[in-house]
């Protein structure tokens, strides 16, 4: 794969997150602006607990990716529909569970929760209408949590789309249905349909994605086939005997993003701090780092095949490049945040999510914002790392770690937050990230690599520091010099402030972080012609967290 195919790859993917990222903006407004802060963190915590069913995924739509391609390349359509049809009975089998499990919390949380919030406001503050009607949130819950069961089998049909090179057919899947969602859940909260409305419209959107996506595997494979017959006991060993360890990540990775909304209700009692950390955590900082895995995904073939032809050199050489350029890009936007993170959230959010009653929630939402994009920028740095690791199948070392820090995350939050409340949480994130990130990982890969640690890591500060300092003054310089004339008030004077620190911060950037040559390169690169129209696009690995 050359450089070029990889820039196919990274702009393919980047298109699909940057809409994703735009959807995602516009709907967080709309819902905590139309459900007020407290039912939207209400909404928070039941799209947190079924995206827990995400550690019932055993690693069968990793392995089903790595098989198809494998099957499908040596033109072998027998053991393509034998890998397809024993992972669908086995996930069918996991959607029945996560049904199960459904049923019995739609019956028994709404009650349970309840009577817990009846009991925590005995003294006569307010109690949420949506926990005085139980059967609301009972329906919530099974609206949400049979969608997602349902997703399990279904979702393999877009795994085979990625599988056979055509991802970018599974992006313009991906996109139409973001944008029907984003129609369609402007219409339910319009009409005042609430979290029923939400849970109606998330899941028939999936629906309407799954439809396309299995006509659309089906026109790119036209063998596919799932009948009883392909069903194997050899292919089933052969999925988990590959996407067992995946299993360590799956769960590791469902706890860090999945337990903090839980953590807040229960130790401050308050659906409202659920939703100022979601902002900054489940969206800003979880976008920041969309972005970067959509560059990170296209390396990973790249690492496997230089890996597995034995070119160890050219791993190094690409670990270093790699981590640069995503580091580089990694700092601007982390350095965004950091300077104009407020201003961001101010304007969109609204004046109303900043001042009045909420004045004390958005400052400690900043704060958490502040230490969850610190945290972030540990991880990007580590991203095309990790995705070494994956090819040279240490799925099992990145398993454990993930399990460690998802354990010590939810530790120290528990520890920490009733001392410092939703800075506390973010803390929570941020100290385990500075070890493992920092230190134990690159210390391991660097190892296997037989690479200089103090070079790689001189690599990647001089990608990074140089953006973020050169940014840093830009900001001080604007408001000491330009004052109230750049304060930002609307979207306008933000993007204006925006680009201000940003263009000398890349300029910067990439004359620190990159050498003569490469940068003649990159000129080279951006003055050839445009590949020929319907040129075929390697596919990026599965969007399974697994791969983050």
């Excluded at 994703?20 to 928070?44: D, E, F, K, Y």
């Excluded at 849970?199 to 596919?224: D, K, Q």
């Amino acid at each position: 794969m050359n450089a070029r195919t990889i820039l196919k790859n990274v702009g393919s993917n980047s298109l699909g997150y940057v809409v994703s990222v735009a959807v995602g903006l516009v709907l967080s407004r709309l819902i905590i602006q139309t459900l007020g802060p407290a039912v939207a963190g209400v909404w928070s915590l039941v799209v947190s607990f079924v995206g827990t069913y995400g550690v019932l995924d055993v690693g069968i739509r990793s392995a089903v990716s790595h098989f198809v391609a494998t099957y499908h390349a040596r033109r072998d359509q027998e053991q393509v529909n034998r890998t397809f049809s024993t992972s669908m009975a086995l996930l069918c089998g996991v959607g029945l569970v996560a049904a199960l499990i459904t049923v019995a919390a739609a019956f028994w949380l709404p009650d349970w929760y309840a009577t817990y919030r009846s009991l925590s406001h005995a003294s006569g503050s307010n109690t949420l209408a949506v926990f005085q009607d139980p059967k609301t949130l009972r329906v919530v819950i099974l609206v949400m949590g049979l969608g997602i069961a349902a997703s399990f089998p279904l979702a393999i049909y877009g795994t085979v789309i990625y599988s056979v090179q055509r991802i970018a057919l599974q992006n313009a899947i991906g996109i139409g249905q973001l944008l029907l969602r984003g129609v369609f859940t402007w219409y339910a909260l319009r009409h005042g349909w609430g979290i029923v409305g939400l849970a109606v419209v998330v899941v028939g959107t999936n629906v309407a994605g799954w439809i396309a996506t299995i006509i659309g595997a089906r026109v790119v494979l036209p063998g596919l086939e799932i009948a009883r017959r392909h069903v194997r006991r050899a292919s089933a060993r052969e999925l988990f005997t590959y996407g067992g360890y995946n299993v360590l990540v799956n769960v590791g990775d469902t706890v860090l993003t999945s337990t903090s909304g839980f953590i807040i209700a229960f130790a401050l009692q308050d659906e409202t701090a659920v939703t100022y950390y979601g902002v900054p955590s489940g969206q800003l900082a979880y976008y920041f780092m969309m972005i970067v895995q959509s560059v990170t995904w296209s390396f990973t073939p790249v690492f496997t095949g230089r890996w597995a032809t034995g070119l160890i050199d050219d791993v190094r050489h690409l670990l270093d490049v790699g981590s640069r350029g995503v580091v580089l890009l990694a700092s601007l936007v982390a350095g965004g945040l950091w300077f104009l993170g407020a201003d961001f959230m101010r304007v969109w959010q609204g004046e109303a999510f900043a001042t009045g009653e909420n004045a004390g929630y958005f400052a400690a939402s900043v704060q958490v914002l502040a230490i969850l994009t610190g945290a972030t920028l540990l991880r990007a740095a580590m991203s095309c790392g990790r995705q070494a690791l994956f090819a040279m199948r240490e799925v099992r070392y990145l398993g454990l770690l993930t399990l460690i820090e998802a354990a010590a995350s939810v530790a120290l939050s528990i520890a920490l937050v009733g001392r410092f409340g939703l800075v506390g949480v973010a803390l929570g994130t941020l100290i385990p990230y500075l070890v493992t990130q920092g230190f134990v990982l690159p210390r391991h890969l660097l190892r296997d690599l037989e690479a200089d640690g103090k070079r790689f890591a001189w690599s990647l500060l001089r990608a990074s520091v140089p953006v973020v300092a050169t940014m840093a003054v830009v900001h001080w310089l604007i408001g000491r010099f330009a004052g109230p004339s750049l304060a930002v008030h609307s979207w306008p004077t933000f993007l204006l402030r925006g680009a201000l620190l940003a263009v000398p911060g890349l300029v910067v950037g990439v004359f620190v972080g990159t050498s003569r040559e490469e940068r003649r390169e990159m000129i080279r690169r951006l003055r050839e012609s445009p590949a020929p129209a319907g040129s075929r696009l390697t596919a990026a690995p599965t969007s399974d967290r697994s791969a983050s």
